[in-house]
């Protein structure tokens, strides 16, 4: 963890940040595939569905989520993943960020 770094409230954070911290949550810490419906789960009392779908559009044009396809359950799933690029910004993010 980092030290002397104020955590941040999670309430102030916007919905792009939210997407991101939730997104990393689950595939760098927790270890578990997430995708969009089980995204929208997650995130429900935070933001609605359509806007975690366009919020998922934006950070795939910004190239800082990926997706690939996989079998979850029968089904083929974009399973959603922060890039390369992007996850030291958005592990200091989570790093600093106070979720409820």
């Known amino acids: 963890m980092l030290e ?3 955590l941040v409230d999670w309430s102030t954070l916007s919905n792009d940040l ?3 911290y939730a997104i990393y ?3 760098k810490v927790r270890k578990e595939r997430i995708w969009f419906s089980k995204l929208v789960r997650v995130l429900d009392a935070d933001a609605s569905k359509a806007t975690i779908s366009r919020t998922i559009d934006k950070l795939f ?3 800082i989520i ?3 396809w996989e079998k979850v359950e029968g ?3 974009r399973v959603l993943s922060v890039t390369g690029e992007a996850e030291d ?3 200091g993010i989570y790093e600093s960020t106070k979720r409820p």
């Open 61 to 63: 044009d910004l190239g």
């Open 4 to 6: 002397g770094i104020r």
């Open 18 to 20: 939210k997407v991101c």
């Open 25 to 27: 949550e689950f595939d």
């Open 89 to 91: 910004s958005v592990k």
């Open 75 to 77: 089904k083929w799933t």
């Open 66 to 68: 990926d997706g690939k």
